[in-house]
């Protein structure tokens, strides 16, 4: 049984969902979160201040026009509008930074509602237990398939062995009190990788697991090029293991390169004939593939040393409405 901690009873939640080009989606999501806070409202264990604030991450639709005639219908409803697109990081962190002096706590999550929507209620009840974070972990991935299914777990098992934190299983549903936001604010890089710098916020965390749904409604804003730019980003955003990697990989070549140089010699000492060609060609195109490899790897990393000095702003807010 969970000890709630009453000092905490009434606390402001905010409900913190970026929108990127959900028209479709954004009728149903709205109602079933509506009902949820209502419900959450009734029972105590939140604020009647508490909101749901919905972040336009530059929609080409009709997004942001459905969020204001919610904001109409029902002041349970505001939203932030971005001057252009800045991708679902930005446009996250845009919310959360909003909400940051106006709620006790957030929760984010993704307008999509694959992330169980009654798993809040346990999330709460972690918070009201002391949890300044807690994450909404999945329990499993057989919807999935199986080049999903075993990319994304290759990739959290990657990030882990190159000495990132990283919360197995877990994107960007999760709650955040706002000591933990205000410990975020404190994180100016322009490359963001959410699901890896909150875990370096430390804090009392858990960790809630739910079973992810199906999409609501509309196409995913995720398809491959997207999720393999975020997966380099989160990498090298975490990481520099992958530069000693090539490191160690140049020392290995130098050292296959000595042993063979031993071997021809002592072959051409005993007068054994063998094919040189063969041998060259495959060091050839070994060094060459390390080389350029290892070129492409620093390219990242100079290429978000050079964004990073420039320190442009994240984001621009157009518009607020509450």
């Known amino acids: 049984m969970t000890v709630f901690n009453n000092n905490f009873r009434g606390s402001r939640l905010y409900i913190v969902v970026p929108c990127y080009n959900e028209e479709a989606a954004l009728p149903e999501t709205s109602r079933r979160l509506r009902d949820k806070m209502h419900d959450l409202i009734e029972q105590g264990k939140v604020s009647e201040d508490s909101r749901i604030m919905l972040v336009n991450d530059g929609s080409s639709d009709r997004s942001w026009e459905l969020i ?3 904001h109409e219908a029902d002041p349970l409803f505001c939203g932030v509008c971005l001057s252009r697109n800045r991708g679902h990081q930005n446009a996250l962190l845009a919310g959360l930074m909003t909400a940051k002096d106006r709620a006790d706590f957030t929760i984010s999550m993704d307008a999509d509602l694959q992330d169980d929507v009654d798993a809040v209620d346990r999330m709460i009840e972690e918070y009201y237990a002391g ?3 807690v994450y909404g972990v999945r329990s499993a991935r057989e919807k999935d398939s199986f080049f999903k299914r075993f990319t994304a ?3 959290y098992k990657l990030v882990s062995r190159l000495g990132g934190e990283i919360v197995y299983n877990h994107a960007d549903y ?5 000591t933990a936001l205000e410990a975020l604010s404190q994180y100016g890089e322009v490359n963001l990788f959410l699901r890896g710098i909150v875990p370096m916020l430390g804090y009392k965390t858990s960790t809630v697991e739910y079973e992810r749904g199906e999409r609501i409604a509309g196409e995913s804003k995720y398809p491959l090029k997207k999720m393999l730019s975020l997966a380099t980003d989160g990498i090298t955003s975490l990481s520099s293991k992958p530069i000693r990697f090539f490191l160690w990989s140049g020392a290995a070549s130098i050292f296959t390169d000595l042993v063979l140089l031993i071997v021809f010699i002592v072959q051409a000492c005993t007068g054994t004939a063998f094919d040189g060609w063969k041998t060259v060609l495959l060091v050839v195109l070994l060094m ?3 080389t350029l490899t290892g070129i492409g790897v620093v390219g990242e990393y100079v290429g978000k040393i050079y964004l990073e000095t420039k320190q442009r702003p994240k984001y621009f807010i157009e ?4």
Request: glycine residues 14%; hydrophobic residues 40%.
């Open 68 to 70: 204001c005639k919610l």
């Open 131 to 133: 949890c300044e974070i």
């Open 153 to 155: 777990e290759g990739f």
């Open 174 to 178: 999760r709650l955040m009190s706002k």
């Open 288 to 290: 060459g593939g390390l």
């Open 319 to 322: 518009n607020i409405v509450e």
